[in-house]
């Protein structure tokens, strides 16, 4: 699935995306940046609350194919400067992380692994 297939599918707002047409790999939720560099996975699409221009430098360096703003919210100035010129999707929806995490799940057709305890 592309990053605008995805946008439509998920209803996203779309605040800069100059390439809509990379391919999402999966999702990675998260707000810690370090945590984020070391998990997430290149083509993710990467669902956080964090709107600082700091997120545009963990997508350059994950290779991410997108942002996600959850929550309503909206990005920095300096986020959306940022992603306009390293040229990062960033998109946004009113969900919160956990639904938002669930909707990529299911837009994505990814089946629930069972964790053993």
Known sequence: MTVKE???AMYLKEFCLPAPELEISGGYSGDLLSW???????????????????VAAVAVMTDLSCIILTEDVQPDPQLLDRCKKEGINLL??????????????????REQDHIAW
């Open 6 to 8: 995805l946008s439509e």
């Open 36 to 54: 984020v560099m070391g998990r997430a996975e290149e083509g993710n699409a990467w669902l956080t609350i964090m709107s600082n221009q700091n």
């Open 92 to 109: 946004g929806t009113a969900l919160g992380t956990f639904d938002a995490s669930a909707r990529l799940s299911e837009v994505l057709g």
